[in-house]
């Protein structure tokens, strides 16, 4: 009876009779199938005159596989759907952290003080007058009426752009000399010998004269006698100035990195590695410090931690970032030559964003795509170029810091251009030619627009039109800036002599 009931089991049905199962997914075929209908994998195989016949079962053993095979597919698509759901929560949680901005703490000593650049109205206490660097002088009109009131001479170049602090005057030589003078006269009140030239700019609080030199290091000096406080050595050159703000000093060297160093102890409190060197001082306001690189990259740091809030490529880091309320300019330089940029100092990288856009250009480049609209937080940029007939255009580069007076910004080229340019969209106002190169930063005082060029020759030029109100020819060349402070003009010359002009 067994017999009888397996037999009828496995041949006497005729819907059972003459199945094969598919070895690679469990699946019953006709027997005389050659491929499995649900995966086309062969079913049959020969050899050397050999033929592998088909496995006749019967539905109890098909069953066994048929449930097997459901098994199989239901641990795959399990798998699948968790595998979907963690790339899904890792690009959520990617998304979040770009766009909001989560950083990893890092952590950072606290500035033992407040201490900042003087913010005195009848100082100049570092490049362009003060943290935000507008090189705004005063609300009086400027004018070169009597000549020259001193002259102090040292033995070698003056490149710096002297600094002043409650009438006395800093400025750094290249015979290696920091030096300090009375700016009712000239005289030495002290001076102190270091072992390079000095020809990035001092920068000042009310007790402390802070030195970059090329040797790497930063010098605190008593400003009173020039006695040594503390020095930092940041192991590469230092060819910019550093800014002073909240307790803190803010510069960076030629080893691509931005530090910022405790301006009374001179420990370290945070450095931040860019991809090449960093020889502009940075400008900040608030919590954010501002500064380009020789990588092409423009940076937004936090002032407390270091932390990257933004960058973007936009080109080498010519000049100091000029701020007005929450917006920075600068120029970058690039193969197509100078360019001035307007960016939001609040904005925040969105990485995504930017990789995004980058292709975007790519395919614009490859006229396959419209032009893509400006990156986050940049205003507007301007090329700064020069006609030199028919269709001739030639670059022109920026080797100077700018002006402003929160309406126009003044910036001058090499190639002897000057020009006002509209803060709020990049429209130039005017712009005007000189037969002479310039190196120094413009100055605002009231509507007078003071221009040295690397002839000696010094121009006072109305801002609201570019015409020229008057001009002093000092007969010596000029490659660092001027300051103007309390109606005199301090000028530094490469013939080593310091002039005070009023």
Known sequence: MQNKVNMEDTISNENLKNRIICKA?????????????????????????????????????????????????????????LLGLTITLFLILAWIINVFQFNVNIETNTPSSKVSNSQDINDWPMVQKNNHHTGL?????????????????????????????ENTIYIGTGDNKIIALDTNNGNVIWENTVNSPVD?????????????????????????NGNEIWTYDTGEAIFGSVT?????????????????????????????????????????????????????????????????????????????????????????ATRFGSRLNSFNLQRKNVRFAQGFIRWWFQLYAWNMASKPANPIGYNWGVELRRETGGFQIRN?????????????????????????????????LWKISKSA???????????????????????????????????????????????????????????????ALG
């Open 137 to 165: 002088a005063s609300k009086n009109d400027f004018t070169i009426s009597e000549g020259v009131k001193w002259k102090f001479t040292t033995t070698d170049f003056i490149h710096t752009t002297p600094a002043m602090v």
């Open 200 to 224: 990035v700019s001092l920068s000042l609080t009310k007790d402390i004269a802070y030195a970059s030199l090329r040797d790497g290091r930063v010098l605190a000096l008593d400003r009173k």
């Open 396 to 428: 022109e580069q920026v080797r100077s810091n700018l002006a402003t007076d929160g309406e126009y910004i003044y910036v001058n080229t090499f190639e002897g251009n000057i020009r006002s340019i509209d803060i709020k969209n990049g429209d130039t």
């Open 25 to 81: 997914c469990n699946t019953g075929n006709d027997a005389s199938a050659t491929r499995c209908r649900k995966c086309w994998g062969r079913l049959t195989q020969k050899g050397f005159n050999t033929k592998v016949e088909p496995e006749l079962v019967s539905s109890s053993y098909e069953t066994q596989y048929l449930n097997d095979y459901r098994k199989t597919l239901a641990n795959r698509a399990l798998i699948k759907w």
């Open 244 to 332: 002073i703000h909240n307790g803190a000093v803010y510069g960076g060297n030629t080893g691509k990195k931005i530090f910022s160093i405790d301006a009374k102890t001179g420990e370290l409190l945070w450095d931040y590695f860019t991809e090449s060197w960093v020889i502009t001082a940075p400008a900040v306001k608030d919590n954010v410090v501002a500064v380009g690189s020789d990588d092409s990259y423009f940076y937004l740091l936090n002032a407390q931690n270091g932390n990257l809030r933004y960058k973007l490529k936009l080109g080498s880091g010519e000049n100091t970032p000029a701020i007005i309320d929450d917006t920075a300019y600068f120029t970058t």
């Open 437 to 499: 190169n310039i190196q120094s930063s413009p100055i605002l005082s009231g509507s007078t627009l003071v221009q040295l060029m690397n002839n000696g020759t010094i121009y006072g030029i109305n801002k609201n039109d570019g015409s020229t109100m008057w001009e002093y020819m000092l007969n010596e060349e000029i490659y660092g800036s001027a300051i103007l402070v309390n109606d005199t003009l301090y000028v530094p010359t490469v013939e080593g002599n310091l002039y």
